[in-house]
T-cell receptor
Framework: QKEVEQDPGPLSVPEGAIVSLNCTYS??????FMWYRQYSRKGPELLMY????GNKEDGRFTAQVDKSSKYISLFIRDSQPSDSATYLC???????????FGKGTHLIIQP | KAGVTQTPRYLIKTRGQQVTLSCSPI?????VSWYQQTPGQGLQFLFE???????NKGNFPGRFSGRQFSNSRSEMNVSTLELGDSALYLC?????????????FGPGTRLTVL
């Protein structure tokens, strides 16, 4: 079992819909959680990060962490065609450690 | 502010050869991390350099190595290339490499091994 599981999709939704992207993880040592967005032929770019359980909002994006269930989510409101990309969850243990990524969910927003 | 740059962007090699990839971090960033991205395994951490020292290493064979120069630029070397080394190699830089420090990724080098 991989440490971080993420449905690869593709997930196709109409423009304006609310999108829910999710990851589960197995290692309770993970403390810091991130969501990256990756467009085709580009490197990942950080969207949001959070330390603790609960919700964090930034514009149309909301990140949610439930440490007791080892489950994280990213919600996108009022989705736009420009949101079409691969979304990667990532997490890190404390200390000098590399990021552990999910495989990414390919999201398609239909105009 | 210039982002992370990687050269070359595309590379084709044959099995058994070796390859060197280069990464220039954002100005002022002292930490450089390398990742391998494949459709099967996703993004996997290779190693991280800070102040010319390898500070952390992922679970990759010794054929994968790297170094960092005094200007924080980094190179990654893969020796005795295998078909399975075909991947997008990404580097990311951050100010200190601390675990809460944001990592900024470059566009990657697409390596194809024939």
């Amino acid at each position: 079992q991989k440490e971080v599981e993420q449905d690869p999709g593709p997930l196709s939704v109409p423009e304006g819909a609310i999108v829910s992207l999710n990851c589960t993880y197995s290692n309770s040592a993970f403390q810091y959680f991130m969501w990256y967005r990756q467009y085709s032929r580009k490197g990942p770019e950080l969207l949001m990060y959070t330390y603790s359980s609960g919700n964090k909002e930034d514009g149309r994006f909301t990140a949610q962490v439930d440490k007791s269930s080892k489950y994280i989510s990213l919600f996108i409101r009022d989705s736009q065609p420009s949101d079409s990309a691969t979304y990667l969850c990532a997490m890190i243990r404390g200390g000098a450690d590399g990021l552990t990524f999910g495989k990414g969910t390919h999201l398609i927003i239909q105009p | 502010k210039a982002g992370v740059t990687q050269t070359p962007r595309y590379l084709i090699k044959t099995r058994g050869q070796q390859v060197t990839l280069s990464c220039s971090p954002i100005s002022g960033h002292r930490s450089v991390s390398w990742y391998q991205q494949t459709p099967g395994q996703g993004l996997q951490f290779l190693f991280e350099y800070f102040s010319e020292t390898q500070r952390n290493k992922g679970n990759f064979p010794g054929r994968f190595s790297g170094r960092q120069f005094s200007n924080s630029r980094s190179e990654m070397n893969v020796s005795t290339l295998e078909l399975g080394d075909s991947a997008l190699y990404l580097c990311a830089s951050s100010r200190t490499g601390g675990w809460t420090d944001t990592q900024y990724f470059g566009p990657g080098t697409r390596l194809t091994v024939l």
